[in-house]
């Protein structure tokens, strides 16, 4: 198996709303807000849903992996419920390893809003539900073995089980790759995050404001700066100004496409890190890994949701 993705489990729910929405809400245009079961259901009581897609952030990158042809697999936390069932039948129809068994639990299968603005922007609303449960008895050591490398995302990380998770898979894999995520995660697990870039994880996937976050900048050349002295590749996207790997010393820079018809940037973020993880795993240069992301991520943006097809 190529890459073993490990990450939250998540039935996304996509909505288009008007700004408006998310004032009435007080919700941050862009940005990723965790809720509990009450709140998240007086939200989706007042949206019309447009889709709904077997979910969460490195489950999409898996999947466009498996759409380039990579054998791939994926570890993620459902109840054995009916949303849990569908979460799993999406991964399957898709050729993508799942490496959890379901069983009945407390929580139910978690689920994420996606809300789209008229300017593509999407804002998401998260009940982690059992998916944020995540521990180390859920890991699939064998599975991690027999893959080349396994790709995290920030999303899952937190103090206590899942925490224990992540390491448990770190410890038995050879190549580490992981998203930031967010800059809310970012935000709230500065120190722990600031320890896997620099010690434990090797190839680390960012958006500008995450990367320039972690370390308290404004300055993009002190990002780039920190890339360097981490020694591993550092892959950073900058929106219209394309997007940047640092690996090692050498900078590599590959442009954004123009002209483009962008519909919902959902998914933007986790198709560019398939695509440039295609390009690693089957060692093509950084250069072609970085414009293979960039291809992906394009494309995703042209459509509503985050599957390709």
């Known amino acids: 198996m190529k890459i073993l993705g490990i990450g939250n489990a998540i039935v996304d729910?996509?909505?288009?709303?008007?700004d408006q929405y998310l004032i009435d809400n007080q919700l941050t245009k862009s940005t990723?807000?965790?809720v509990d079961e009450v709140e998240f259901k007086k939200l989706l009581s007042t949206l019309k849903?447009?889709?709904?897609?077997?979910?969460?952030?490195?489950?999409?990158?898996?999947v466009g992996l498996s759409q380039?042809?990579?054998d791939v697999g994926f570890i993620g936390k459902v109840n054995a419920d009916d949303l849990g069932q569908k979460y799993e039948e999406g991964l399957t129809k898709e050729k993508v390893q799942y490496f959890y068994n379901k069983k009945r639990e407390i929580?139910?299968?978690?689920?994420?809003?996606?809300?789209?603005?008229?300017?593509?922007?999407?804002?998401m609303v998260t009940y982690l539900g059992i998916a944020g449960k995540i521990n180390e008895n859920d890991i699939d050591e064998k599975a991690i073995k027999e893959s080349e490398m396994i790709f995290l995302e920030g999303y899952l990380w937190d103090k206590g089980e899942p925490k224990s998770a992540f390491n448990k898979a770190m410890s038995f894999s050879r190549t580490k790759a992981m998203s930031l995520s967010d800059q809310f995660c970012v935000e709230r697990h500065k120190n722990d995050f600031l320890d896997l870039v620099s010690n434990k994880l090797d190839i680390i996937f960012a958006n500008e404001q995450e990367i320039k976050s972690l370390i308290d900048t404004k300055d993009f050349e002190d990002v780039v700066e920190f890339g360097k002295q981490t020694r591993k590749i550092l892959i950073i996207t900058r929106g219209e100004k394309g997007s940047v790997a640092i690996k090692n010393k050498e900078v590599i820079e590959c442009k954004s496409k123009t002209n483009l018809k962008?519909?919902?940037?959902?998914?933007?973020?986790?198709?560019?890190?398939?695509?440039?993880?295609?390009?690693?795993?089957n060692n093509i240069s950084t250069k072609e890994a970085l414009e293979k992301g960039t291809d992906m991520s394009a494309k995703i943006i042209q459509k509503v949701g985050a599957r390709l097809n």
């Open 13 to 18: 729910v996509v909505c288009r709303i008007n």
């Open 68 to 70: 380039l042809g990579n």
């Open 32 to 34: 990723m807000k965790l």
């Open 262 to 281: 962008i519909v919902d940037l959902t998914g933007a973020g986790d198709l560019f890190a398939a695509g440039f993880l295609h390009g690693f795993i």
């Open 49 to 62: 849903i447009e889709q709904t897609i077997s979910g969460g952030s490195v489950a999409n990158s898996i």
């Open 107 to 123: 929580l139910p299968t978690g689920t994420c809003l996606i809300l789209i603005t008229p300017d593509a922007e999407r804002t």
